[in-house]
């Protein structure tokens, strides 16, 4: 069966699943790619292990190690694998849990949540299992309902010429971009560029920046790259700074971050 074809089983099995939630563990390699989909459920995508990059109309989501990605229903998003991926996902119905978010959000996962992620997709093994899931489904939805957002989105502008600007800027990542620069190349001034790049993506430039430079760095991190190394591929010119900026992005610092994503 080609990835294809397990593609359109799994969405045919999302669709056609019964009761609140229906589970889906899967392994991808480096570099595959989930085409183009959406679905009747709320998606919580958890990357259990690598980082996965989701792409949709209204921006693209960075999902490191030890996140996840609420998906509401009728979002068309496309996945894409950053290096190996162990992806366990859950497709929830709209009526088991108020109040489900309406738009994409990255959420870090708490360790109880992990651990109730991991019980929900085991297969079945003998006949307790289903009282074991009758127990376990409540807590769990409880527990995912209230998981802390973090700001790993990178919304695109829907100017062109502002969208061909970030685009070229995800190519070569830099600290150093200036607004400046920017608004004279679309030939606008400092004050309408800086109005119009936050109407359009509801960020200011400064962190969306920041936030482009970490999607370029954590997949390299995730990927064993020593952070001297990425951050001076970067263009930052001190690790220190490097570190501050993870650090105000994430809430800790690289090889803290690595060190504890690494030991799950």
Not at 51 to 70: C, I, N, S, Y
Not at 129 to 155: C, T
Request: hydrophobic share 45%; aromatic share 8%.
């Amino acid at each position: 069966m080609g990835p294809r074809s397990k593609h359109y089983d799994r969405l045919w099995a999302i669709e056609t699943a019964a009761g609140p939630v229906h589970t889906s563990p899967n392994h991808y390699s480096a570099g595959d790619l989930v085409e183009r989909h959406s679905h009747k459920r709320t998606q919580l995508l958890y990357a259990r292990s690598g980082v996965v990059l989701v792409t949709t109309d209204q921006g693209r989501w960075m999902v490191p190690p030890e996140h996840a990605l609420w998906i509401p229903p009728g979002v068309e998003h496309s996945v894409e694998m950053l290096g190996a991926v162990t992806m366990l996902s859950l497709y929830i119905d709209a009526s088991a849990v108020p109040d489900l978010p309406a738009f994409v959000r990255v959420v870090s996962i708490t360790g109880l949540a992990r651990e109730l992620i991991i019980e929900a997709v085991q297969p079945p093994s003998d006949d307790n299992s289903r009282e074991r899931a009758d127990l376990i489904l409540p807590l769990l939805l409880n527990v995912v309902a209230k998981l802390p957002d973090i700001s790993l989105g990178l919304p695109f502008p829907e100017d062109p010429r502002l969208a061909a600007l970030c685009r070229r800027f995800i190519a070569n990542p830099t600290p150093d971009l200036i607004i400046d620069v920017w608004a004279r190349e679309l030939s606008m001034s400092r004050r309408a560029f800086t109005r119009a790049f936050r109407r359009q993506t509801g960020l200011s430039l400064s962190v969306w920046r920041q936030q482009a430079c970490l999607f370029a760095a954590l997949p390299r991190l995730a990927a064993g790259e020593a952070v001297t190394t990425v951050a001076l591929d970067l263009g930052y010119g001190s690790i220190p700074a490097f570190t501050t900026m993870f650090k105000r992005m994430l809430g800790t610092s690289p090889r803290s971050y690595l060190t504890s994503h690494s030991n799950h």
